[in-house]
Nanobody, 132 residues
Framework: QSQFVESGGGLVQPGGSLRLSCVAS????????IGWFRQAPGKEREGVSC???????YYADSVKGRFTISRDIAKNTVYLQMNSLKPEDTAVYFC??????????????????????????RGQGTQVTVSS
């Protein structure tokens, strides 16, 4: 069974750091645009950071300079390093992947799909709470 499983969420004080991990099983991340998304209560899903199949990277303005996305092909894993966390970063974070054999999907497009778009693979999500 193919799936995406996140880990690394939790409670952290403002200014703190967390690293989220997302392990893909049953499929490899080659030929997939990948990304991290978040959804806070009462708000629409937001694309936080994505890597396109063209290797371009996108970050939402709200996280630029604080978050870093990366992937380890050998481990079939995607990471999101989150530094200088703020209370407004509180949300459920999940990873997603979309197949693109032609390698033409920019990271911005991956992150910018509509809030109702269904990705090929999506994890269950992990809660991140930033509070003192």
């Amino acid at each position: 069974q193919s799936q995406f499983v996140e880990s690394g969420g939790g409670l952290v004080q403002p200014g703190g750091s967390l690293r989220l991990s997302c392990v893909a099983s049953g499929f490899t991340l080659d030929y997939y645009a990948i990304g991290w998304f978040r959804q806070a209560p009462g708000k629409e899903r937001e694309g936080v950071s994505c890597i396109g199949t063209d290797s371009s990277t996108y970050y939402a303005d709200s996280v630029k300079g604080r978050f870093t996305i990366s992937r380890d092909i050998a481990k079939n894993t995607v990471y999101l390093q989150m530094n200088s966390l703020k209370p407004e970063d509180t949300a459920v974070y999940f990873c997603a992947a979309d197949y693109d054999r032609f390698g033409v999907t920019p990271g911005q497009n991956m992150c910018g799909r509509s809030a109702t778009y269904r990705y090929d693979y999506r994890g269950q999500g992990t809660q991140v709470t930033v509070s003192s």
